[in-house]
DNA sequence: AAAGTTAGCAACCGCACTGAC
DNA sequence: GGTCAGTGCGGTTGCTAACTT
């Protein structure tokens, strides 16, 4: 098929021209948008042929003075993309070669949707034409039921300057996750921050409140992010639940260890009770702790992934299994059989980090900067050895009454000032959009502390890297405490500690809560997934 | 063989962003 | 800091060839 110059001589379509041109108005020399009609449309050979001599004598550029001098009713835009995309002299025709199409399927691996750049690297094709080739090829292999990224492609290594410009372009927020951008009101750069968090500190996978994890659309999280490991292409094809049987070892336990797949999800039990399962036991059910390396409260496994909605068969279902974005990293994370990061290579990853100043700026692409200023005042104040801590509440946090003193302080949470003056207290009642399916403040405390309720009255020790981390150096229950404590390690000071985690609890709810004021002006319509999705950003960022 | 449908491609549009002035 | 040109990208439209009924 051809819809070349050379066939569209005579053509002349209905809406070729905006509006019937002047006899000369072609040479008028007038300006773009004047009373100049800029044809659209098809180019004719004889168009081609004016913008080619013109270029020809003139060179690329100034586009506009194209449309002025060359006597051409088009705009420099369109001459520009005609140019680009068809006039000029390196450009292939015909269809891809095979080894095209492999150099482009493993460059949207790596680069996701940046075509320009895709095109940079297949010399003599545009990023049209690889933008067209790719979309097509989603719809034939999605229509074929087919995997976008074939196992070989997914299971590469990256290579170093890969991992690198990974690196770099992860702060750009639009490079690694290009294919979950917003789906279903879940936007690609809470992922990425999702990621980073269990690359900053190690992967707990409890951080994470499974009642945030829930709200995210399954296929969405299945496709974006665990189909993008190494072997997402062979897991692409299995019912959701299938997956859970047939990956062994599917998510990294405290230590980093995979979690072997619970036998429970091999049967037929329906995602509904599976992601009660999740909301019913959280983090801070002392079955975590009793568990057996065979027998993983659900709670420790990476809750949403777990909650594989049946339904997503569907072609969206495979549409968005075709996610670069974290494959980008997770290529490099290990060979296919261990679709999650090995802590080797976790522990590797984390070495190449920035530093933690770096981190704060260039890797969380979404914070609003007060992220930055909590990890600012973090690092001020855990630097500052002799200063004396402002907080004078003492609390035993070995106390043997540490669960009311949980209950208490949870109760107290959002009324804490933090050293930065901002109270949390009013996180959910003004921050959060509140609606039917929205993150309302009773859905957010319930189940945690419903957890809470169940927790050990003997603690038991965590493994945790390469240390045991004991009772009274995991005493909180609360996420983001939890959470914070990966980050900055065993708490050394547990009264000055504990003040510093409430005030970045509370700086981060505040967060929390202006992301979702701004988001709640943009993405009302969209909260058809349960929580809203700042809901999830700001959970994740945490 | 004709009509209807689908797939693939070229082109356009709108928006965002960058860099030069 | 504002303006403009250029660029990149996602989404969409419109056309034609191929296919199906």
Known sequence: MSMTSESDEMMMPKNDIDSPPAADDANSGGSVGGNNPLKKGPWTSAEDAILSDYVTKHGEGNWNAVQKHSGLDRCGKSCRLRWANHLRPDLKKGAFSPEEEQLIIEL??????????????????????????????????QRAGLPIYPPDICSQPLNENQQTDDMTTFSSGDVLYPDFMPVNNFKAPDFKIFGLTHQFYQPTLHDIPATSLLDIPTSNLLAQNLHSYPNKTLLSNMHPVKRLRGSESFFPGPNGNAIPN???????????????????????????????????????????????????????????????????????????????????????FIQNLPTEHNLSCNLLPQNSGLLDAVLYESQTIKNSKETSYASNMVVDITDTASQDLHETEWEAYGRTISHLGHSSSSVFSEGTPVSANSFDESEFLEPIQGCNVKEPTTLHPIQYDDKVETADEMVFTRPDLWLVSDCFGPMKDPIRDQSLLKDIGTLLCDDLGRDCKKMDTSTSSSQSHGHDSCTWNAMSTV
């Open 108 to 141: 949207h691996a790596k680069m996701g949707n940046k075509w320009a750049r895709m095109a940079a690297e297949l010399p003599g094709r545009t990023d049209n034409e690889i933008k067209n080739y790719w979309n097509t090829r989603i719809k034939r292999r």
């Open 262 to 348: 619970r036998n429970q999800y091999s049967n037929d039990s329906s995602s509904a009770q599976i992601a009660q399962s999740f909301i019913c036991s959280s983090p801070y059910d002392h079955n975590y702790h009793n568990s057996t390396s065979n027998q993983v409260s659900s709670s420790s496994l990476f809750p949403a992934v777990l909650i594989g909605n049946p339904s997503s068969s569907e072609p969206g279902w495979a549409m968005k299994l075709e996610l670069p974005s974290l494959q980008t990293q997770a290529g490099s994370w290990g060979p296919p059989s261990s679709p999650l990061p090995s802590l080797e290579s976790v522990d590797t």
